[in-house]
């Protein structure tokens, strides 16, 4: 009992010395992998990078220690950071105060949902993702989050449009004319390192390296140079007027805003008094309008914002020691500029007039605060709680799929016993206990796993020396991350996701079932189409799946059997066989259920219609697993039309849990025991000489059953 409630104390049997040092060089591994990987990741989700350290401090470790794999390293994942960012980005503004507060609510919400699972043993749950449906997804969350990382890597930065696909051509319009040059060629320096040194031996830290050697280059050539300015030494009328004409916007969204919050509680209060039906109404008018103006705010602000991220200027050194900047076109021939081409830098947020920021160099990952984040139960807001729980749901069991998956082929490979819903019990806790050290949602990662794998993991105090190494990392070295670009930390991504590109999926999918691979290319292409909106192409490859299983239970394969060159009782359509005339054997594979019950009483009436001469069916029941009151029903009915007609009726392989229910509900004894036989062999051997009296069927497809079966008695 204790062990299954603290399963890291199955860790330390036979534990020795030697073991500790195997798992200390395989923790600290992981970790020079985690720590760049987990920065870019959270970037990924909308947060800012240190937040993805967070994320890497508590989960791995309480993942090892609660759940059943010793080598699964658990932490920020591409997926779930997508995921993350695309539940969020219909709350609030990525990044803002109240992002990273939903982002924390989220994980706590995950972690709930995958520790009640866990300790109700509802692990099976997971099956309704599909594998197809799983793989059409990732597929196109690959290639979701690969582009989604050009800004970065361009150095160029647009709004989001609605759907992600007019991003990447926004992103693509802008890199034509407005990419940083330094930005672009760190970013394909430090891909290049990485995949050459992973080329050269998977075992070495590539991506520590290339984050290492990219961040000394960026502190040695300046590569990020910021100067605030008084928006008067911004010598451009036209970026004058629309620094205004943004500010004005920005300001009425957030008098508009406020306006609406409070529309609304005062509309909740009138609908719950029927009296007040006309202030309702009202209310209801005003709230369209003020919708209305937010949304003609909204595009002000973003055409704004898109003029401003446009414009290019000179800095020209003027007497006083500060910056003038001028348009890039209208630089005057005596003037002597510096050589770089600034621009002015904008958010979602109003532009400080006195203290205008201009950047001339690229986007780093910058301050970091130093050390442990500040401990406490996530502020939970109930209204935002309900509104994340069906994308925690989703969250929840992709995220298992993934971790269970990794640990499955993992434990392949040591012999290690799997236990899915410790597994599932330990991702839950690393997710609420992560919660509470700021972390948003985590899960098992495939790349880090496999890391952790090749260095000789023995048990799961790898992952406990990982997080104790991020907590130092987080203690005393931050400082040392302030220079480090973002484009390598958008590589960073673009290296990871590529694994996750498996187009042979789509392939064996479709030659396993051709219903299975279209499913999965729907589920693609619709993920691709709908995102950001990631959740709803997940959905339509649910719908699909569980519509294709429906349909299969509703019309399950009604053969009619006869005898092969083997000898062996064969789908006779299938395979082209002759059929006797006079017995038709029957095999229903499927439950009979009130879904399908009248399918098989139809296709027994065409049996009737197309083939005159029939006398007698044997039923063969190997295939029916189960019965429920409608197919008994059924099944009393067709029995007693059919020996109404003057056909006999024999059944033959009944299982037990179908003969249990027969004998319940007295159908047996209507049967007739000795109507009832264990093979289909014996069924036939019984029944075919009284089938055939005065038959004018020179050879039946079935005798030489019937010769076989004489000779061996």
């Not at 209310?283 to 103006?293: F, M, V």
């Not at 500040?374 to 971790?403: C, D, H, R, W």
């Not at 959905?539 to 239970?553: A, M």
């Amino acid at each position: 009992m204790i062990t299954k409630v603290f399963p890291f104390l199955e860790w330390f049997k036979n534990y020795t010395l030697g073991y500790f040092r195997i798992d200390f060089v395989a923790g600290i591994t992981v970790a020079l992998v985690l720590i760049p990987q987990s920065m870019a990741y959270a970037q990924l989700a909308g947060l800012p990078p240190y937040y993805g350290l967070y994320a890497a401090f508590l989960p791995p470790m309480i993942a090892a220690l609660f759940g059943s794999s010793r080598q699964l390293a658990t932490g920020p994942v591409a997926v779930v950071s997508l995921m993350t960012a695309a539940s969020l980005e219909p709350l609030a503004a990525t990044g803002s105060p109240a992002f990273i507060m939903y982002a924390i609510m989220l994980a706590l919400t995950v972690g709930v949902f995958q520790l009640s699972l866990g300790v109700l043993k509802l692990g099976l749950i997971v099956n309704f993702l599909s594998h197809p449906v799983v793989n059409g997804f990732t597929n196109a969350a690959a290639i979701i989050i690969a582009s989604s990382q050009l800004s970065k890597l361009f150095g160029v930065y647009v709004d989001k449009e609605p759907h992600h696909y007019e991003t990447i051509i926004r992103v693509v319009e802008a890199a034509v004319d407005y990419t940083h040059t330094p930005t672009i060629i760190l970013g394909i320096l430090a891909i290049g390192i990485m995949y050459g040194l992973k080329r050269l031996n998977p075992k070495i830290p590539y991506v520590l390296i290339a984050v290492v050697i990219t961040t000394l280059i960026s502190w040695g050539m300046g590569f990020e140079h910021n100067t605030g300015v008084p928006v008067q030494d911004i010598v451009s009328q036209e970026a004058q007027e629309s620094v205004a004409v943004f500010n004005q916007a920005v300001a009425d969204i957030s008098k508009a805003g406020e306006r609406r919050t409070e529309l609304t509680a005062k509309l909740e209060a009138t609908k719950k008094d029927p009296a007040l039906s006309s202030d309702a109404l009202r209310l209801e008018y005003e709230l369209k309008k003020i919708n209305h103006e937010l949304d003609l705010l909204k595009t002000t602000a973003h055409d704004e914002r898109t003029k401003l991220r446009r414009l290019q200027f000179a800095g020209i050194e003027n007497p006083s020691g500060g910056m003038t900047f001028v348009p890039k076109d209208q630089v005057a021939a005596g003037d002597k500029t510096d050589g770089r081409v600034w621009r002015i830098k904008i958010g979602n947020s109003m532009l400080d007039t006195e203290h205008i920021l201009m950047t001339g160099g690229g986007a780093v990952v910058g301050t970091i605060p130093k050390g442990l984040p500040t401990l406490g139960i996530p502020e939970i807001n109930g209204k935002v709680f309900f509104q994340l729980l069906p994308y925690a749901v989703i969250i929840s069991l992709l995220g298992f799929m993934e971790a269970i998956a990794i640990a499955k082929a993992m434990a392949a490979k040591t012999g290690q016993r799997l236990d899915p819903n410790q597994e599932l019990i330990g991702q839950g806790l690393a997710n609420i206990l992560g919660s509470i050290g700021k972390s948003y949602p985590v899960s098992g990662s495939f790349s880090r796993s496999a890391v952790n794998l090749q260095a000789g993991a023995i048990s799961g105090l790898s992952s406990v020396i990982t997080s104790l190494a991020v907590v130092i990392t987080l203690l005393f070295f931050t400082p040392l991350l302030y220079h480090l670009p973002q484009a390598v930390l958008a590589a960073v991504i673009m290296m990871a996701v590529i694994g996750l590109i498996n187009v042979s999926g789509f392939i064996h999918a479709w030659r396993a079932q051709w219903y299975d691979g279209a499913i999965s290319v729907i589920t693609f292409i619709a993920t691709l189409a709908l995102a950001p909106h990631l959740e709803e192409g997940i959905y339509i490859g649910v719908i699909l799946s569980l519509g294709v299983f429906l349909y299969k239970s509703m019309r399950p394969r009604v053969a009619s059997l006869s005898r092969d060159e083997d000898d062996a009782l064969r789908d006779s359509a299938a395979c082209r066989l002759l059929q006797c005339e006079h017995i038709d054997l029957i095999r229903f594979d499927g439950p009979l259920f009130f879904a399908n019950a009248s399918y098989l009483e139809d296709e027994i009436n065409n049996r009737i219609i197309n083939r005159k001469k029939l006398r007698h069916f044997i039923i063969a029941a190997n295939g029916i697993n189960d019965m429920d009151a409608s197919g008994e029903e059924m099944l009393a009915l067709v029995l007693q039309r059919l020996r109404a007609a003057g056909y006999g009726v024999s059944f033959s392989g009944i299982n037990e849990s179908v003969l249990a229910v027969l004998k319940r509900t007295h159908l047996y004894e209507e049967i007739g025991g000795n109507n009832i036989y264990p093979t289909m062999e014996r069924a036939i051997s019984a029944v075919h000489a009284k089938t055939h009296t005065d038959s004018e069927e020179d050879s039946c497809p079935l005798l030489m059953t019937c010769r076989m079966t004489e000779s061996m008695n």
